[in-house]
Structures are given as C-alpha cells and as structure tokens.
Antibody, heavy 122, light 111 residues
Framework: QVQLQESGPGLVQPSQTLSLICSVSGASIRSGGYYWSWIRQHPGKGLEWLGYTYYGGSTDYNPSLKSRVTISIDTSKNQFSLKLTSVTAADTAVYYC??????????????WGQGTLVTVSS | QSVLTQPPSVSGAPGQRVTISCTGSNSNIGAGFDVQWYQQLPGTAPKLLIFSNNNRPSGVPDRFSGSKSGSSASLAISGLQAEDDSHYYCQSYDTNLGGSVFGGGTKLTVL
C-alpha cells in the first residue's frame, strides 16, 4: 500500500505562492503506474481535484485553477509537489495528496495523505 | 456547485437501510465512467468505500454496496450502525474537466 505524507507551511500570505510537498513511501514514483494527484477541501465543504502528474507522461490541471497551479515530481526524493500562485483567502483549505488505485487517471483514489490545512491570511 | 449532485443529508435509525444518490451527466457518469464512494470522518482523509461502481476494497463491510444506472449512482448502507454516522462523497471522471469530479457530500446521521 502506498503511503503519502503532506508537508509545507500552514500559513501563506495573500498574493504569495502556496507550496506543498507530498512524500511517497511504498512505491517508487520513477517506476510509473500511478497518477499523483492533489485534492483540496475548503472548510466544511466538499472535495475539489486540483490536478495530477504521471512520471514520464502527462500533467493535467483543473481548468478553474490551471493558470495558477503547477504539479511536479522530484524522483531523487520520491516526492511530488504542488505550487499555487497568487493565493487569496479563497484558497484556504485542507490540501490532500492522493494516488489512484488502477493507474488510469480516471479511477479511484485509494491512498491519501492525512491532509494539511493551509490558511491564507496576512 | 459540484459537478455531481448528492443530497446534503440523510438519516436512519440503527439497523435500517439508507441510500445516498449521486447524479451526474453525459460528460461523467453518463459517459460510462465508473463511480467511487468515500467515507470521511471528522478531521480525517476520505476513505475509499466503493470503487468501480460496486466493488468493495478489502476490509469494507458488505453492509456497503454501490450501484450505477445511466447518469446516476447510489450507495446503500444496510444494518445501520452508530459508526456509520459520517460524510459520504461520490466521485467520477469528467471529460469536460479532464479530471476527477466529486459530489458535494452527504451527511448521514444515525438517529
């Protein structure tokens, strides 16, 4: 079973860049076979898929955030990251990293990090 | 507004059966993409309950079952127990978005 752990600042100032890292254990990103995703949940609200990346392949983003989001892989550390630029209070949320269970990019998320709350405030 | 529509809340007494609906469209569920269901307890990450419409991961009780028809899907929970009191989310893939979409979530209250 893949295990995921998010890390990063819990407080980001408005207009700055939110940066989070997801550390992966139990699988090698370099081996392929998984889509590595970021999902967020606004306080008391539902889940929103932000985007995914696939080693050696595609990266795709939610169109509502596409101009501000970047997801990338660091194979040397077996990590993938999220960068969200020009943040506002509306980006305050719990951010989860997750990976899919069937390697298709269209299926289920069976491994999740514990989530990290990021607050955008001055 | 979520791409997939769920009722905000449902309730049932212990031992009863409840269902939670998830309505999509021709760009997601109706296009043939599978539906998944997750349970989320307060302060925790979502946990996969049902994948590919009607399959349970190892360890999920058979009291939980899923179905799909047309552009909609349902999660059924039979023999309600106190620990089922939680939020439930459906999820699928959407061709317009080019990624995964979730329902707005349903709060199940066990009376």
């Amino acid at each position: 079973q893949v295990q995921l752990q998010e890390s990063g600042p819990g407080l980001v100032q408005p207009s700055q860049t939110l940066s989070l890292i997801c550390s992966v254990s139990g699988a090698s990103i370099r081996s392929g076979g998984y889509y590595w995703s970021w999902i967020r949940q606004h306080p008391g609200k539902g889940l929103e898929w932000l985007g995914y990346t696939y080693y050696g392949g595609s990266t795709d983003y939610n169109p509502s955030l596409k101009s501000r989001v970047t997801i990338s892989i660091d194979t040397s550390k077996n990590q993938f990251s999220l960068k969200l630029t020009s943040v506002t209070a509306a980006d305050t949320a719990v951010y989860y990293c997750a990976t899919d269970g069937d390697g298709s990019g269209t299926g289920w998320f069976d491994s999740w990090g514990q989530g990290t709350l990021v607050t955008v405030s001055s | 507004q979520s791409v997939l529509t769920q009722p905000p809340s449902v309730s049932g007494a212990p031992g009863q059966r409840v269902t939670i609906s998830c309505t999509g469209s021709n760009s997601n569920i109706g296009a043939g993409f599978d539906v998944q269901w997750y349970q989320q307890l307060p302060g925790t990450a979502p946990k996969l309950l049902i994948f590919s419409n009607n399959n349970r991961p190892s360890g999920v009780p058979d009291r939980f079952s899923g179905s799909k028809s047309g552009s909609s899907a349902s999660l059924a929970i039979s023999g309600l127990q106190a620990e089922d009191d939680s939020h439930y989310y459906c999820q699928s893939y959407d061709t317009n978005l080019g990624g995964s979409v979730f329902g707005g979530g349903t709060k199940l209250t066990v009376l």
